[in-house]
C-alpha cells in the first residue's frame, strides 16, 4: 500500500525559505510522476509543481506560473523523497501543501495523497 509523509511546513517571513519533504512508502517514488499542490479554504486545490518519472523521458519538471524562478522540486531516489524547496516566499504562498503521488497507468494510475503540511507566510 502506497503511503505519503509530508513535512517541512511552519511560519515563515515574507521573504524567507522553507523546504518541505514527501516521503513514499509502498513504492519507487522514482517510477511515479509526484506533485505538489496546495489549497486555501474555500479555494479549489492547485498544483503547484510536478516532477516526472523517470520512466517517462526522464525528470522533467513543471511548475505554477506563479512560483516559477522560486519554487524547485526535485527527487532523492535513495531517500525516496520528493522536495519542494520554497525560496522568496509570499502571503500569497499561505496554504495547506499536499503531496500527489501518480501510479504509472501499467501500475493501475492510482493516486495517493499524503495528509498536507500547512505553510503560512506572514507579512
Known amino acids: 500500500q502506497v503511503q505519503l509523509v509530508e513535512s517541512g511546513g511552519g511560519l515563515v517571513q515574507a521573504g524567507g525559505s522553507l523546504r518541505l519533504s514527501c516521503v513514499a512508502s509502498g513504492t519507487m517514488i522514482a517510477l511515479n510522476t509526484v506533485s505538489w499542490y496546495r489549497q486555501t479554504p474555500g479555494k479549489q486545490r492547485e498544483l503547484v509543481a510536478s516532477?516526472?518519472?523517470?520512466?517517462?523521458?526522464?525528470?522533467?519538471?513543471n511548475y505554477e506560473n506563479s512560483v516559477k524562478g522560486r519554487f524547485t522540486i526535485s527527487r532523492d531516489s535513495a531517500k525516496n523523497t520528493v522536495y519542494l524547496q520554497m525560496n522568496s516566499l509570499r502571503p500569497e504562498d499561505t496554504a495547506a501543501y499536499y503531496c500527489?503521488?501518480?501510479?504509472?497507468?501499467?501500475?493501475?494510475?492510482?493516486?495517493?495523497w499524503g495528509q498536507g503540511t500547512q505553510v503560512t507566510v506572514s507579512s
Open positions: 500527489n503521488l501518480r501510479r504509472p497507468a501499467w501500475a493501475g494510475g492510482s493516486d495517493y
Open positions: 516532477i516526472s518519472s523517470i520512466s517517462s523521458g526522464g525528470s522533467n519538471t
